[in-house]
Antibody
Framework: QVQLVESGGGVVQPGGSLRLSCAASGFTFSNYGLHWVRQAPGKGLEWVAYIRSDGSNKFYADSVKGRFTISRDNSENTLYLQMNNLRPEDTAVYFC????????????WGQGTLVTVSS | EIVLTQSPDTLSLSPGERATLSCRASQSVSSYLAWYQQKPGQTPRLLIYDASNRATGIPARFSGSGSGTDFTLTISSLEPEDFAVYYCQQRSNWPQTFGQGTKLEIK
């Protein structure tokens, strides 16, 4: 079955950097687009970034554009999110999600990793 | 950016009642809209995609309708496990966006 396991979250000071990873299994990783979605404590869902199956296309939310970079290693079945110049408003649980149908929706989700930006 | 506005923010109903949740888009998203359910401490679950198609394993009491800018999620007869937060999401334009959520609570 599809498994997505995020890691790399933690506490970081404003202006700092963090790299999140999402290890995938149970499907042919290189065939599917993947997303990062975040949820601030007690708040709603916010889409963050998307990468196409072959890494050729990437899209970002305006709130993270220029600061976050999505990437993937299809040989390691791993998705990444490099987060630079972090702000307190980036504090959230970060989920990776698979677009299993190819329709642009989030069919499978990981359990998330918490990022806290605080001094 | 397309803004999705859900209403109401909170809906208080009893088991067995019918629930109607609304999602309005700031511009047309055609039928490229999904609904998700999220229970406390859990990850979101895809319920409906492309406005009216139930995802795999979703009970028939859940149905979606609408196109363009106005969409509805209907739960025909509420079960105790249906009380949760529901989000709509559009994939018509980048950036993809979510609505702010509707909390369905037990009356």
């Amino acid at each position: 079955q599809v498994q997505l396991v995020e890691s790399g979250g933690g506490v970081v000071q404003p202006g700092g950097s963090l790299r999140l990873s999402c290890a995938a299994s149970g499907f042919t990783f290189s065939n599917y687009g993947l997303h990062w979605v975040r949820q601030a404590p007690g708040k709603g869902l916010e889409w963050v970034a998307y990468i196409r199956s072959d890494g050729s296309n990437k899209f970002y939310a305006d709130s993270v554009k220029g600061r976050f970079t999505i990437s993937r290693d299809n040989s390691e079945n791993t998705l990444y999110l490099q987060m630079n110049n972090l702000r307190p408003e980036d504090t959230a649980v970060y989920f990776c999600a698979q677009d299993a149908s190819g329709l642009g929706y989030f069919d499978y989700w990981g359990q998330g990793t918490l990022v806290t930006v605080s001094s | 950016e397309i803004v999705l506005t859900q209403s109401p923010d909170t809906l208080s109903l009893s088991p067995g009642e019918r629930a109607t949740l609304s999602c309005r888009a700031s511009q047309s998203v055609s039928s490229y809209l999904a609904w998700y359910q999220q229970k406390p401490g859990q990850t979101p679950r895809l319920l409906i995609y492309d406005a009216s198609n139930r995802a795999t394993g979703i009970p028939a009491r859940f149905s979606g309708s609408g196109s363009g800018t106005d969409f509805t999620l209907t739960i025909s007869s509420l079960e105790p496990e249906d009380f949760a937060v529901y989000y709509c999401q559009q994939r018509s334009n980048w950036p993809q966006t979510f609505g702010q959520g509707t909390k369905l609570e037990i009356k």
